[in-house]
């Protein structure tokens, strides 16, 4: 970065909460080289400008983009599904999940939890499949073995967005308290469907304008309940996926994109102004 003669934008999509002295100096300096820094979400922001020793002037937001689904939307038929996608590994949450599914079974349709995604490259280099094979033994243990199914398999931006337009509900059950920007969580909105998840910072930050409902990491019976109502209240449940369209526009990434070419026309004018 030192040796730059143009204009350099610092893209952060991760923000720690409690960065290590060498994370925290690292981050500091490539701030420090760069002509701005851009952070996915208001929280992000906010952490950054108060754990590190960052020019505030240099700190815009623009929302983690995604990809807005294109046609007529999806038939509903057969069981409503419940789903979470995206890489798996510890720290997902699907126990939670799981945990839930025995409280739904008497709902109409008979709810299915459809886990959609590979393993993690690097959970997959140390541990294997360990994760996914305990959650496929915690559903048949549970005797749900007929109402929670895995897809491991690759999926394209086409296919996956069949998958996430047929189900009824997005369940994000995240381990972590500190996630500040997460690209499912914004696919979800985008695409118009009703999202739970746990209180992750991005997620309380964008449901809160009713795309979504939150709950606490350690109370089973609110995500229970969240479901629950999210499957049975067509009402909820259409207000919250018209809530997700009405923000789709501002998320699709030709308008992310524009939000970085008029940032970028700014400091070439800027540097401009100083030759």
């Known amino acids: 970065m030192r040796q730059l003669t143009v204009p350099s934008i610092l893209v952060a999509h991760t923000i720690p909460r409690n960065p290590s002295p060498h994370q925290k100096s690292v981050l500091e300096e490539v701030a420090r080289l760069a002509d701005r820094v851009v952070v996915m979400s208001d929280a992000a922001s906010e952490r950054l400008l108060r754990g590190f020793d960052v020019d505030r002037h240099k700190v815009s937001t623009i929302a983690h983009g995604a990809t807005i689904p294109q046609g007529a939307q999806s038939k509903r038929g057969g069981r409503p599904t419940i789903l979470t996608w995206g890489l798996l590994g510890p720290g997902k949450g699907v126990e939670r999940v799981i945990d839930a599914m025995g409280s739904l079974q008497e709902l109409r349709g008979r709810p299915q939890y459809v886990v959609a995604g590979q393993t993690h490259p690097k959970v997959l280099a140390a541990e294997?499949?360990?994760?996914?094979?305990?959650?496929?033994?915690?559903?048949?243990?549970?005797?749900?073995?007929?109402?929670?199914?895995?897809a491991p398999e690759y999926r394209s931006v086409s296919s996956l967005a069949v998958l996430v337009q047929s189900c009824?509900?997005?369940?994000?059950?995240?381990?972590?308290?500190?996630?500040?920007?997460?690209?499912?969580?914004?696919?979800?909105?985008?695409?118009?469907?009703?999202?739970?998840?746990?209180?992750?910072p991005h997620a309380i930050e964008l449901l809160g304008t009713g795309a979504g409902i939150i709950v606490?990491?350690?109370?089973?019976?609110?995500?229970?309940?969240?479901?629950?109502?999210?499957?049975?209240?067509?009402?909820?449940?259409?207000?919250?996926?018209a809530e997700g369209r009405r923000l789709a526009p501002t998320l699709a990434w030709p308008s992310i994109a524009m939000s970085y070419v008029t940032l970028a026309q700014r400091l070439m004018?800027?540097?401009?102004?100083m030759v």
């Open 269 to 273: 004018l800027e540097r401009r102004a």
């Open 128 to 150: 294997g499949e360990a994760y996914r094979e305990a959650r496929i033994e915690q559903a048949r243990a549970s005797g749900l073995a007929g109402s929670v199914s895995f």
């Open 216 to 241: 606490d990491h350690d109370d089973p019976d609110a995500m229970v309940s969240a479901l629950r109502r999210v499957l049975s209240d067509p009402r909820l449940a259409g207000g919250m996926a």
């Open 168 to 200: 009824a509900v997005v369940v994000l059950p995240y381990d972590s308290t500190d996630q500040v920007t997460s690209g499912v969580l914004v696919d979800a909105v985008a695409s118009g469907r009703p999202v739970v998840a746990t209180a992750f």
